[in-house]
């Protein structure tokens, strides 16, 4: 099936609305399939001989569907050249769906899906259903050593627990879950493609896991040669290992800041008090720093309060990562920092060749730690608000 | 940036009308729909936006020749004024081919007027179109209400607000009755046409 994909790429780069004009300029008729990280299932717009004739986005369907996935600003999309058997369910032009659709992502009836995506739409209450999944691009199954079943309920890493393996989801869900001395609390989600066990794994043998990973339901898991992995990382220039770590650190901040929500023990005094903001959220700071001396903090300025997400230290990366979404600064949080940080502006095209020239699996496997930070990032937003609230 | 559609052998350009809220972008729009009928083709998509509505549909000038044997086929739009509609806007903008700025005659909207032109200099930037090159034409709209007493900035004062610079074809008009639309888009779409006569001649 894949053989008829005649169209593919980026929506960050060509919009569903351009992409709908050039089908329907073309008068193509198959199928659209767009996968975001952020959506737990794909997309799909039927088109014939260039109007959309039927759509599917979850449980929506019909043109209902195409409006939702207006809001997908990030993932990707590919077209097949096949023909469509599906009934006309669309009967409005194709040029009104696009203005529609647009207008409608403009105006906030359409949820915007994508990176930092919290911070321009009002997050809905939290319950355990609203925790987002987080998915995965396709599997390198060059990297697969082994697969492993694991059934509902059962757990896959217990936090404390020593261990050094790296799974990734073939098919399934998996949550990811914090103890605290009020009973667990659920983190993210992770779905088909994305990774279990963190980077450092890498960095020392038997180390110990911050998290517990619970299957949801049935998960088959597919065991990484992660010796591979290990190499790969050890070519890798100390500058770059150490962006790596410095994320990894950042992802695990923002999972202690949903602890310390729930436990009611977080000071936003100590993010802020004192400090300047180095980054303004929301800027057009294209530069990446790491921090020489001193210390800086995350913080996210969201309609309820600022939130503050992490701390970071001497050898800590800040600023724009070109190659990877982390949902933070400078577009959806600031740096904030007293007067004695020493920073130094670091080569963005250095980090940018070195990345390009990972393996994909790596690749997907640094590109999973982003997502996971830009969700996680929601997450604690949503906790902040719902337990600032409960005061 | 027109588009060359091979299968159908025909040239789509991309004219916008453009100007503040409530000027008669719209009017304009719905005048060329029902009394060029004709030649438009395809229905008229209306969507409703704050404020404003953003209108699109289809035309094919006549009589206007061919391009390399091509067809031309003309993509009519307005662009919702709002700041927050940047979606639609970026659809739109991206590759225009030629724009109207609708000015409003009245004389408390003058602020508005030049407000609006700048924005839309500000926003062809982004697009990464000059002012001064892209195909523009200026209309003067409402002028009829003079009749009805309602106070009108004058013509010498509307091309030193908003033309001294750029030194466009400008036209007066009244939308609602049809006055000056017809001669504001066969402008438009000819300034458009030569521009896009002389990109190809240097492709050549």
Avoid at chain 1, 128 to 141: A, E, F, N, R, S
Avoid at chain 1, 157 to 167: A, D, L, Q, T
Avoid at chain 1, 239 to 245: H, I, N, S, Y
Wanted: with cysteine.
């Amino acid at each position: 099936m894949r053989d008829n994909v005649v169209l593919a790429g980026s929506l960050k780069f060509l919009a569903l609305g351009d992409i709908m004009q050039l089908l329907g300029a073309n008068s193509s008729t198959g199928v659209l399939r767009l996968i975001s990280r952020y959506a737990a299932e794909p997309g799909f717009i039927y088109f014939e001989n260039g109007n959309p004739v039927n759509a599917a986005c979850g449980a929506a369907i019909g043109l209902e569907a195409v409006y939702a996935l207006f809001g997908w600003t990030d993932g990707e999309f590919e077209f097949t050249k096949e023909n469509i058997l599906s009934q006309r369910v669309i009967t409005k032009s194709r040029m009104g769906i696009i203005l529609e659709g647009l207008k409608m992502v403009d105006d906030g009836q359409v949820k915007r899906v994508g990176p930092g995506a919290a911070s321009r739409k009002t997050a809905s209450p939290l319950d355990t259903d609203t925790i987002p999944i987080i998915k995965g691009p396709l599997v390198d199954y060059m990297y697969v050593a082994d697969e492993e079943d694991f059934f509902d309920g059962e757990y896959i890493v217990e936090e404390g627990k020593h261990g050094s393996w790296i799974w990734v989801i073939l098919e399934g869900v998996v949550e990811i879950v914090r103890e605290t001395p009020d009973g667990p609390l659920p983190i993210v989600r992770l779905g088909d493609g994305s990774f279990i066990g963190s980077l450092s794994s890498f960095l020392i043998q038997g180390h110990i896991r911050t998290a517990t990973a619970v299957a949801v339901g049935n998960v088959q898991l597919g065991v990484l040669d992660s010796q591979r992995l290990a190499q790969e990382f050890a070519t890798l220039t100390p500058e770059f290992r150490g962006l790596l770590v410095s994320l990894d650190k950042r992802l695990k901040q923002l999972n202690e800041r949903a602890v310390e929500l729930r436990q009611k023990q977080l000071d936003p005094a100590e993010y802020m008090d004192n400090k300047k903001p180095v980054i303004k959220q929301g800027t057009a700071d294209e530069d990446l720093y790491i921090i020489r001396d001193g210390s800086a903090s995350v913080v996210r300025q969201e309609d309820y309060g600022r939130v503050p997400l992490a701390q970071l230290y001497n050898g800590d990366y800040f600023g724009r990562i070109p190659f990877l979404d982390l949902g933070h600064e400078p577009d959806f949080a600031s740096v904030m920092a007293t007067s004695d940080l020493k920073v130094r502006k670091v080569d963005i095209a250095q980090f940018q060749k070195e990345y390009n020239q990972l393996s994909t699996t790596f690749k997907n496997f640094i590109d999973n730690v982003a997502t996971c930070v830009s969700v996680s990032t929601k997450v604690v937003c949503n906790y902040y608000k719902k337990f600032s609230m409960m005061k | 940036m027109a588009i060359f559609n091979l299968k159908k052998r025909e040239i789509e350009c991309k004219v916008v009308y453009y100007g503040p809220g409530r000027c008669g972008k719209t009017t304009n729009l719905e005048y060329i729909f029902s009394s060029y009928k004709k030649q438009v083709k395809g229905e008229m998509v209306s969507i409703n936006t704050e404020g404003d509505r953003t209108l699109f549909f289809d035309f094919l000038p006549m009589g206007l020749g061919q391009i390399r044997g091509c067809d031309v086929r003309v993509q009519l739009y307005t662009v919702p004024g709002q700041v927050k509609y940047s979606s639609t806007r970026k659809l739109v903008l991206r590759g225009v081919d030629g724009i109207v700025f609708v000015a409003d005659s009245l004389e408390v909207r003058r602020e508005k007027n030049m407000l609006s032109l700048k924005d839309l200099q500000a926003n062809l930037k982004d697009y990464g179109k000059s002012i001064f090159k892209v195909p523009l034409v200026m209309q003067y709209n409402k002028r009829d209400l003079a009749e009805q007493g309602i106070p009108l900035m004058p013509i010498e004062q509307m091309e030193r607000d908003l033309n001294r610079q750029l030194k466009v074809p400008a036209f007066e008009a009244s939308a609602v009755v049809g006055t000056g639309v017809g001669n504001t888009l066969k402008e438009c779409l000819k300034l458009t046409l030569q521009a896009l006569q002389r990109e190809f001649k240097w492709a050549k």
